[in-house]
């Protein structure tokens, strides 16, 4: 039956971009005309059911309409640009729905990890489905007879990673044979000098599955099981997306692990602090050699997380025995070659430095230990700046991330007392907006209790306003390198002193706006609070949502997405995530809404994050219990959904 409708669904698409457009027809520029006959070639090989020649028919469509798109356009011929982009976003939905498994029911890998896990950032951004919700904003929503469960599969990150390392990882994680690196995902994506080992879309075409199958590799150690080989498969054959919050970082690596080697978070009152004074010096002088696929001495020095690890010479670190740290030892000369290699040495303060941190215990004082160190050194900068310096700080910022998502388009841009809204919509539509943000702020500061006075995020907060489902996409795959969840329309995210909110604006999403909107002003509020969970950001910025929203269709397609979730007994369900799909989502808001039901105490608990205090020692202060056994006691009461 799933089939069935998508082979209908399809065919409707397929007879669209397989007849030529009269309009398009008549232009001389051969290139348009160009695109116009991929997109032909695509319908009717889907129509004939030859996925591989529509893919490579809606490939070559991409690239001729990029050319096109990077001259200057005319009213007229954008309009054409704009319809023709929209075809082929068309022609990919079709072409991955056609090449997902079949299934009756939602498959589960063995940790029920959710198939379109796709995020970013040091922090997760928390995505926003509006589909269904602006559909039941245009007509009465029928009963609901069923609940429908929301889809499930492999992830890269909690399923496909750990076989990796477990497998693979005396070869290809911690070196390169073969000149293959899986020490990253980067890495991974890039394959060998042959070329990639990756097909994402098709397992039977990727050499690396085909290598399994076949018992090639791994050529030492216990092989691939066949449950095993299945999960990789599955997570190729959806697209092999990656869901972690950095393409470079090792792989693996979480901060849940190093806290388990050493990982001490700093206190404030330390005289050296990491990320002020030291991570810019390893930045400056060791990350170039200590870093990447192949670092020297297996020693990653891009991120703090690399630094508690060590190399293959052991630990770089020893806070209760200083002097005998290798790191010091190695930067001062005294064992084996002194470094920075082939460098000029350290000076005695940066030297001196180091000691000491090493005596007050080699403390943490940034957000994320599996972070790059250059984003621990942004936001140590961040904290230090006043609100007009991280203002003008952040403007640039968010020029250069459009630029790096729309790089030949032109932004409209609007400022208001709170907000730097750019996007490629009209100038009007740009002004309807902000003018909506800032009510959506009032609703937040009153529900919060905050000083109405005070900046609701320091350093104001840039809104990026897309016209288009596509345009969403796109920002998300060039800014932040990841795929973005299906169907979600908006995401509020921090990496450094990169602090932005992002919202699909189409005509479509009148209804959802106020929400959709208030759910990424909230989501920018919490991400400014430094060590703030990413599962709270996540859900409190969508339960501060639906209380100032109650009524939106978005809030009870929310609502709707609570009931349908699968039951779970354990808290990691969410707890644990570090990226957030549709099921994490209503997971973490589910937990989070029943917060709120005591709105006074969560308002207490928001009060104790602005004056800087500790999330944990605030829950326990706000809830007289910590998050874990808050948590389990909501999963004895209503399991699953709360």
Same mark, same amino acid.
């Given at each position: 039956m799933?089939?069935?409708?998508?082979?209908?669904?399809v065919?409707?698409?397929?007879?669209?971009?397989?007849?030529a457009?009269? $309009?398009i027809?008549?232009e001389?520029?051969?290139?348009?005309?160009?695109?116009?006959?991929?997109?032909?070639?695509?319908?009717?090989?889907?129509?004939?059911k030859?996925?591989?020649?529509?893919?490579?028919a809606?490939?070559?469509?991409?690239?001729?309409l990029?050319?096109?798109s990077?001259?200057?356009?005319?009213?007229?011929?954008r309009?054409k640009?704009d319809?023709?982009?929209?075809?082929?976003?068309?022609?990919?939905?079709?072409?991955?729905?056609?090449?997902?498994p079949?299934?009756?029911?939602?498959?589960?890998?063995?940790?029920?990890?959710?198939?379109?896990?796709?995020?970013?950032?040091k922090?997760k951004p928390?995505?926003?489905?509006?589909?269904?919700?602006?559909?039941?904003?245009?007509?009465? #929503?029928?009963?609901?007879?069923?609940?429908?469960?929301?889809p499930?599969?492999?992830?890269?990150?909690?399923?496909?990673?750990?076989?990796?390392?477990a497998?693979?990882?005396n070869?290809?994680?911690?070196?390169?044979?073969?000149?293959l690196?899986?020490?990253?995902?980067?890495?991974?994506?890039k394959?060998?000098r042959?070329?990639?080992?990756?097909?994402?879309?098709?397992?039977?075409?990727?050499?690396?599955?085909?290598?399994?199958?076949s018992?090639?590799?791994?050529?030492?150690?216990?092989?691939?099981?066949?449950?095993?080989?299945?999960?990789?498969s599955?997570?190729?054959n959806?697209?092999?997306l990656?869901?972690?919050?950095d393409?470079?970082?090792?792989?693996?690596?979480?901060?849940?692990e190093?806290?388990?080697d050493g990982?001490?978070?700093?206190?404030?009152k330390?005289?050296?602090?990491?990320?002020?004074?030291?991570?810019?010096?390893?930045?400056?002088?060791?990350v170039?050699?200590?870093?990447?696929?192949?670092?020297?001495?297996?020693?990653?020095?891009?991120?703090f997380?690399g630094?508690l690890?060590?190399?293959?010479?052991?630990?770089a670190?020893?806070a209760?025995?200083?002097?005998?740290?290798?790191l010091?030892?190695?930067?001062?000369?005294?064992d084996?070659?002194?470094?920075?290699?082939?460098k000029?040495?350290?000076?005695?303060q940066?030297i001196?430095?180091?000691?000491?941190?090493l005596k007050?215990?080699?403390k943490?004082?940034?957000?994320d230990?599996?972070?790059?160190?250059r984003?621990?050194?942004?936001?140590?900068?961040?904290?230090?700046?006043?609100?007009?310096?991280?203002?003008?700080k952040?403007v640039?910022?968010?020029?250069?991330?459009?630029?790096?998502?729309?790089?030949?388009?032109?932004?409209?841009?609007?400022q208001?007392?709170?907000?730097?809204?750019?996007?490629?919509?009209?100038?009007?539509?740009?002004?309807?907006?902000s003018?909506?943000?800032?009510?959506?702020?009032?609703?937040?500061?009153?529900?919060?209790?905050?000083?109405?006075e005070?900046?609701?995020?320091?350093?104001t907060?840039?809104?990026?306003?897309?016209?288009r489902?596509?345009d969403?996409?796109?920002?998300?795959?060039?800014?932040e390198?990841r795929? #973005?969840?299906?169907?979600?329309?908006?995401?509020?995210?921090?990496?450094?002193?990169d602090?932005?909110?992002?919202?699909?604006?189409?005509t479509?999403?009148?209804a959802?706006?106020?929400?959709?909107?208030a759910?990424?002003?909230a989501g920018?509020?919490?991400?400014?609070?430094?060590?703030?969970?990413?599962?709270f950001?996540a859900?409190?910025a969508?339960?501060? $949502?639906?209380?100032?929203?109650?009524?939106?269709?978005?809030?009870?397609?929310?609502e709707?997405?609570?009931?349908?979730?699968?039951?779970?007994?354990?808290?990691?369900a969410?707890l644990?995530?570090?990226?957030?799909?549709?099921?994490?989502s209503a997971?973490?808001? #589910?937990?989070?809404r029943s917060?709120t039901?005591?709105?006074?105490?969560?308002?207490?608990l928001?009060?104790?994050?602005?004056?800087?205090?500790?999330?944990?020692?605030?829950?326990?202060?706000?809830?007289?219990?910590?998050?874990r $056994?808050l948590?389990?006691?909501?999963?004895?009461?209503k399991?699953?959904?709360g």
């Amino acid at each position: 039956m799933r089939t069935a409708i998508l082979l209908v669904a399809v065919a409707g698409w397929s007879l669209t971009i397989g007849l030529a457009d009269p $309009a398009i027809a008549d232009e001389t520029d051969d290139a348009i005309k160009s695109v116009d006959q991929s997109l032909a070639t695509a319908g009717k090989a889907f129509r004939e059911k030859q996925l591989d020649k529509a893919a490579a028919a809606l490939a070559e469509a991409k690239t001729t309409l990029k050319s096109v798109s990077d001259g200057d356009l005319s009213p007229a011929m954008r309009t054409k640009v704009d319809a023709l982009e929209e075809r082929i976003a068309a022609g990919d939905r079709a072409l991955t729905k056609l090449k997902a498994p079949a299934t009756t029911a939602p498959a589960e890998s063995k940790t029920g990890a959710p198939a379109d896990k796709a995020t970013e950032s040091k922090k997760k951004p928390a995505g926003s489905t509006p589909a269904a919700a602006t559909a039941k904003a245009k007509k009465p #929503a029928k009963p609901r007879k069923t609940a429908k469960a929301l889809p499930t599969g492999p992830s890269f990150t909690s399923d496909v990673a750990p076989i990796l390392i477990a497998k693979c990882g005396n070869c290809h994680v911690r070196g390169s044979r073969g000149g293959l690196s899986m020490a990253t995902f980067a890495a991974l994506e890039k394959g060998t000098r042959n070329g990639p080992i990756l097909t994402p879309g098709s397992a039977q075409d990727s050499r690396m599955a085909n290598l399994m199958l076949s018992g090639a590799m791994p050529k030492t150690g216990t092989k691939v099981t066949p449950e095993e080989l299945d999960l990789i498969s599955r997570w190729i054959n959806a697209g092999a997306l990656f869901d972690g919050t950095d393409r470079t970082a090792p792989l693996g690596q979480k901060p849940s692990e190093t806290e388990m080697d050493g990982l001490v978070k700093a206190t404030g009152k330390e005289s050296v602090q990491f990320a002020r004074d030291l991570a810019p010096v390893l930045v400056k002088h060791c990350v170039g050699c200590h870093g990447g696929d192949n670092p020297g001495g297996q020693l990653r020095l891009e991120t703090f997380a690399g630094l508690l690890q060590g190399g293959t010479t052991g630990k770089a670190i020893e806070a209760d025995k200083p002097t005998e740290s290798l790191l010091l030892k190695r930067i001062r000369g005294i064992d084996g070659d002194r470094m920075p290699l082939d460098k000029p040495p350290l000076s005695d303060q940066e030297i001196a430095q180091f000691e000491t941190w090493l005596k007050e215990g080699a403390k943490f004082d940034g957000s994320d230990a599996a972070a790059p160190l250059r984003v621990a050194v942004e936001e140590s900068l961040a904290g230090r700046m006043t609100h007009e310096e991280l203002t003008t700080k952040r403007v640039a910022q968010a020029h250069k991330l459009w630029a790096l998502a729309a790089p030949d388009e032109a932004a409209q841009e609007v400022q208001t007392s709170n907000f730097i809204l750019m996007g490629n919509v009209s100038s009007a539509r740009l002004n309807e907006i902000s003018e909506l943000a800032e009510a959506e702020r009032v609703k937040i500061v009153k529900l919060l209790k905050l000083d109405p006075e005070t900046p609701l995020v320091k350093g104001t907060l840039a809104v990026f306003v897309l016209k288009r489902q596509f345009d969403y996409s796109e920002f998300v795959r060039m800014v932040e390198g990841r795929e #973005a969840p299906r169907g979600a329309a908006g995401h509020a995210n921090v990496k450094g002193s990169d602090l932005y909110a992002c919202v699909t604006a189409s005509t479509d999403n009148d209804a959802i706006l106020p929400a959709l909107i208030a759910e990424q002003i909230a989501g920018g509020f919490l991400l400014s609070f430094n060590n703030l969970p990413p599962w709270f950001a996540a859900g409190a910025a969508r339960a501060i $949502a639906a209380r100032v929203e109650p009524r939106n269709p978005l809030v009870k397609q929310w609502e709707a997405d609570v009931q349908n979730l699968p039951a779970t007994d354990t808290p990691d369900a969410f707890l644990s995530a570090t990226v957030f799909d549709a099921e994490l989502s209503a997971r973490s808001y #589910a937990f989070v809404r029943s917060l709120t039901q005591k709105l006074p105490a969560f308002q207490s608990l928001i009060a104790a994050l602005v004056e800087e205090r500790d999330f944990e020692q605030a829950v326990t202060d706000t809830f007289r219990s910590n998050t874990r $056994a808050l948590v389990e006691l909501w999963l004895r009461r209503k399991p699953g959904r709360g």
